[in-house]
């Protein structure tokens, strides 16, 4: 199983990016699937999650307003938009699931979301 993180890059305070983490998975469906980040020399933290069938979402209070998470579980891909974005939003940026227990996949490479004027 694969999870493969897209859509970063460098922009400026203030922009937007849309990040994509497809899923190589029958069983996405099944999962409530998040986004989760990690800046340099910090913790991995939660930014937002999304429940299996997509009615239901949470934010880390610093992206509250700015970002929204959503899903389509016929593509098996779960996705991030980011507007307003602030200098601390810097990191790399990787997909898994959010659920009471151990994910079963792997985490992968990530996407780097560099906010730099």
């Known amino acids: 199983v694969q999870l493969v993180e897209s859509g970063g890059g460098l922009v400026q305070p203030g922009g937007s990016l849309r990040l994509s983490c497809a899923v190589s998975?029958?069983?996405?469906?099944?999962?409530?699937w998040a986004w989760y980040r990690q800046a340099p020399g910090k913790a991995r933290e939660l930014v937002a999650s999304?429940?299996?069938?997509?009615?239901?979402?949470e934010y880390a209070g610093s992206v509250k307003g700015r970002f929204t998470i959503s899903r389509d579980n016929a593509k098996k891909t779960v996705y991030l938009q980011m507007n307003s974005l602030k200098p601390e939003d810097t990191a790399v940026y990787y997909c898994?699931?959010?659920?009471?227990?151990?994910?079963?996949?792997?985490w992968g490479q990530g996407t780097q979301v560099t906010v730099s004027s």
């Open positions: 898994n699931t959010n659920e009471p227990y151990p994910s079963p996949f792997y």
């Open positions: 998975e029958f069983t996405f469906s099944r999962y409530v």
């Open positions: 999304i429940s299996s069938v997509g009615g239901s979402t």
